[in-house]
């Protein structure tokens, strides 16, 4: 899971550095591990959100910068900057880059679902998987720079003005004289359904839709319960929660405190970690609960203990009955493409039914949003692989991959890139 | 025997002049090269265009019936001047009537001092330390520009809205103010830097012959002054140029009334200020701002480039209104114009438009043949011939199409642009003419023209209203 976003100047008045710093801050949602910003010749790396780089030092008219939620997704020297969302060979591609080779000719015979962004002797490269799997779109500020982001919500924040998606199978080549589309032939579409559903910000839009707009929707079909009050946890199940709300004449309140810094709990690499972060995150507002029947909604529930940990907080703290509603379908598989989802035998949703996960986490009643629903809902063609276990690009249909090609280690890949 | 129109300058604006004038005339050229389309539809003489004598010896030469002065540089050196005193009629502003367009102070000073509507706030500045304090204290969202009009070239708008970007900004602000007194150093005007608030929206041309007193407009045209697609990219002189059939979709009746107002308003007090009657032709460069609605960016005392393409190819009564300002019967003489809707797409070399020089002197071929069989027309800008036709590092070739709409005439011009072609990286905008980009223009317009509504019903139109913690309400 990553966020990438690039910027180029036109002229050299301008140093990019500082727009790539804040655009990141806005999509450091997409990872909270590992921050990187390369203006070419100069890069820097800090272990953490990007409050961990310090840009002041950086120089450059072009740049590229990334949030990771491991140490993947980029890779730096002296000639080429690379980052991706998702997964490709690297190695591969800055191999083939180095020796010559076209880009878009060397994406055309790499496998991979990803939105890649390479900087080589000051000309920017922004490409797309075939099948669209990853978001990327592109706008500009003014008539001085050109950016492109994971997510359109980098590019208010930095005063661009959205223009359109990069298109699967595209290679948008960004140089001082020229910008040049150079499209590889798409394959059929599989945008990643959980953009919608948890990644994305709400003010974003990817894959040409509103990510509220399909969240509101998303909250207004989760399955009716008879209750006294909806609450959503932060941030991303607020938006759920109102439309759950609006939808079946039940109030919603505020249901939550966050104690500390916004983070994303789900994303943390460890268990504790999570812990700490849910349980530091959430303190639930007594009188918004106590007496009451409650529906808790929630983006997405991959282990179940967070979740319990919750439903039992809300019984503390009175709540009558625990109706629990997820905003988004089971997760029942890994996913290939870059996304963490713990192996199956760490998915709840994998071996238990909806009524067992509710006697599991202590709620009244729990239900998913339906696969199905969801694409109904999106109207795209959507990847549903961490949902169903069936992926767009073949890595054995139906089958749980034993090794998928998005979980290899730190040290493989950094041995691989080195090599 | 036909009259006879000799035009001044040699780019696509005057082939575009040319060719309508050649319906009607014995067309005659004085150009500062060979432009192949102006050469092969007059008979012409190859000479500085910038020095009144020599355009006005040219004149003298073949006598003609009517001078068009097509480029602002002719008109900044008082060509038009000359020709008149040596006894032709000449269409083209005099020197002191066209420094609304060479001098963007005199124009803002003009604009302020006849309180005409649309007057944005404006500083000059006659040296480059006094505009980089005036930077370093005040400026937020502003554009810099030479004060002398550089071919179009300079212009900065900086949006200044995000706190956290502030610093960035105000360095590219400073290092721009000074790059305009190096590359623009103006010789002949006290003023070297104007800045001026930035104001958005969506742009407009409104083209008009006028003599002073009376004013025909020709339709609204909208150029894409980006250079890339999707309004990305350095800004240019203009990569095309739309019309609809007599109208833009985004511009709506009152805004036109509203801009034509404007621009009489502006003749008038060219007149008070300079003595002078405009005689000529005004392009006035609109913006719909949400502060204003119409809005004045800038005036040329010319045709714009490419918008002259986009009119004079269907305007069906330019005979008339030529004889109109000899005649001095203007005022009644409307524009008559073809019911089709017309799209120009400028096709420039790789370099252009941050450098220049390195797009120059490449073989270019245009296949005139195949792109008439789609029913399209070729004019060329930027280009000189030399055995063979050479780029000159602007916009070498404009493709014009029309139709019965912005879209069907965008196709028909992008499919044209195939049939130019360069060893050297040609580039142009597919997306000049398409649905998307017209939706895009809608919405623009329809999200300023909500807002200065606002503004007019609230008595807020050209007022600034501020409150400043400690000083309390400012209004100006």
């Known amino acids: ?419 | 025997m036909s009259m006879k129109f000799l035009i001044v300058g040699g780019g696509a604006r005057e082939h575009a002049i040319a060719k309508r004038a050649a319906h009607y005339y014995t067309v005659y050229a004085a150009m500062p090269y060979r432009n192949p389309g102006i050469a092969h539809l007059s008979e012409y003489k190859i000479t500085d265009i910038l020095n009144p004598q020599k355009v006005a010896d040219y004149c003298d030469e073949v006598s003609p019936d009517m001078v068009f002065v097509g480029s602002e540089e002719s008109l900044f050196h008082g060509v038009s001047d000359e020709i008149i005193k040596r006894g032709h009629l000449c269409i083209g502003a005099k020197q002191k009537a066209a420094e609304i367009e060479r001098s963007k102070a005199f124009m803002r000073r003009l604009l302020e001092k006849n309180n005409i509507h649309g007057s944005l706030r404006f500083k000059t500045f006659t040296d480059v330390t006094t505009a980089l304090k005036y930077i370093e204290e005040y400026a937020g969202s502003i554009a810099i520009k030479p004060a002398r009009q550089a071919g179009g070239k300079g212009v900065k708008v900086i949006a200044d809205l995000q706190a956290y970007l502030k610093d960035e900004k105000k360095d590219a602000k400073k290092k721009h103010a000074a790059q305009i007194v190096k590359d623009h150093l103006s010789q002949d005007l006290d003023d070297q830097i104007l800045i001026e608030e930035r104001v958005e929206g969506v742009e407009y041309s409104l083209q008009c012959f006028t003599d002073g007193k009376n004013i025909v407009p020709l339709p609204l045209v909208q150029d894409h002054p980006h250079a890339f697609e999707e309004d990305i990219g350095p800004e240019t002189g203009g990569m095309g140029a739309v019309s609809g059939r007599g109208q833009l979709p985004f511009i709506n009746k009152g805004e036109y009334k509203k801009s034509l107002e404007i621009m009489e308003q502006s003749i008038k007090s060219v007149k008070s200020e300079t003595g002078e009657d405009y005689f000529g032709v005004i392009t006035g460069q609109f913006m719909l701002t949400d502060k204003w609605g119409p809005t004045i960016i800038e005036y040329y005392a010319r045709l714009g480039d490419p918008e002259a393409v986009n009119v004079m190819a269907i305007l069906e009564n330019f005979d008339e209104i030529c004889e109109g300002y000899i005649n001095g019967s203007l005022a009644k003489i409307p524009a008559e114009v073809k019911d089709s809707a017309t799209v120009v797409k400028c096709i420039s070399p790789k370099g252009y438009p941050n450098q220049r020089s390195l797009g120059k002197g490449k073989k270019i071929y245009v296949d005139i043949k195949k792109i008439r069989e789609l029913g399209a027309e070729v004019f060329y800008g930027s280009v000189y011939e030399n055995g063979a036709l050479l780029t000159g590092g602007s916009r070498a070739v404009e493709i014009y199409a029309e139709g019965d709409s912005i879209l069907e005439a965008g196709k028909i011009a992008e499919q044209a642009t195939q049939y130019v072609i360069s060893d050297w990286k040609l580039f142009h905008r597919h997306d000049i003419g398409s649905q998307e980009l017209l939706d895009k223009r809608m919405r623009t317009a329809q999200r300023a023209r909500d807002v200065y509504q606002y503004r007019a019903e609230h008595n807020l139109i050209g007022r600034n209203i501020d409150w400043i913690p400690g000083i309390g309400r400012i209004e100006t």
């Open chain 1, 1 to 419: 899971m990553a966020g990438v976003l690039g910027i180029y100047a036109f002229e050299e008045i301008w140093n990019v550095s500082r727009f790539l710093y804040y655009g990141l801050v806005a999509i450091q949602t997409r990872g909270e591990e590992f921050s990187t910003l390369s203006t070419g010749n100069q890069y820097i790396i800090g272990e953490g959100l990007p409050d961990t780089l310090d840009p002041s030092g950086l120089k450059g008219q072009a740049g590229i910068a990334g949030v990771f939620t491991k140490e993947e997704g980029f890779y730096f020297d002296d000639e080429i900057s690379v980052l991706y969302d998702g997964s490709i060979d690297v190695k591969t591609l800055v191999h083939q880059i180095k020796n010559g080779d076209k880009i878009e000719d060397v994406l055309s015979s790499l496998e991979g679902a990803y939105a890649l962004l390479v900087l080589k002797d000051n000309v920017m490269y922004a490409a797309r998987d075939p099948r669209g799997i990853k978001p990327l779109c592109i706008g500009g500020i003014g008539f001085d720079m050109a950016v492109v982001s994971s997510e359109s919500s980098a590019l208010d924040v930095i005063g661009a003005e959205y223009s359109r998606d990069i298109k699967p199978g595209e290679v948008v080549v960004i140089d001082q004289f020229y910008i040049e589309s150079v499209e590889n032939e798409p394959f059929s579409q599989a945008h990643c359904a959980f953009e919608f559903v948890y990644f994305s910000r709400p003010d974003s839009q990817v894959f040409g839709k509103s990510v509220h707009s399909l969240r509101k929707l998303i909250g207004e079909t989760l399955h009716p319960q008879d209750a006294d009050v909806v609450i959503g946890v932060p941030e991303t199940a607020i938006p759920f929660a109102m439309a759950y709300s609006g939808k079946n004449n039940i109030p919603v309140d505020l249901g939550f405190v966050r104690t500390g810094r916004p983070t994303r709990t789900a994303i943390k690499p460890t268990q504790l970690e999570r812990m700490i972060g849910v349980q530091l995150k959430l303190n639930p507002v007594r009188t918004a609960v106590a007496g009451k029947r409650v529906v808790l909604i929630d983006d997405s529930v991959v282990r179940g203990t967070t979740m319990r940990n919750t439903v039992s907080l809300l019984r503390r703290r009175g709540a009558k009955e625990v109706h629990v509603r997820i905003a988004s379908p089971k997760l029942v598989a890994p996913c290939p493409y870059g996304v963490e989802v713990p192996t199956r035998d760490e998915l709840i949703a994998a071996d238990n039914t909806e009524e067992e996960i509710a006697r599991i986490i202590g709620a009244d009643s729990f239900s998913y949003l339906k696969v199905d629903q969801l694409k109904e809902l999106i109207g795209l063609p959507v990847c549903t692989g961490c949902m169903t276990g069936k992926y767009p690009v073949s890595t054995g249909s139906g089958v749980y991959p034993a090794e998928p090609t998005g979980v290899k280690t730190t040290s493989e890949r950094a041995a691989e890139v080195s090599t």
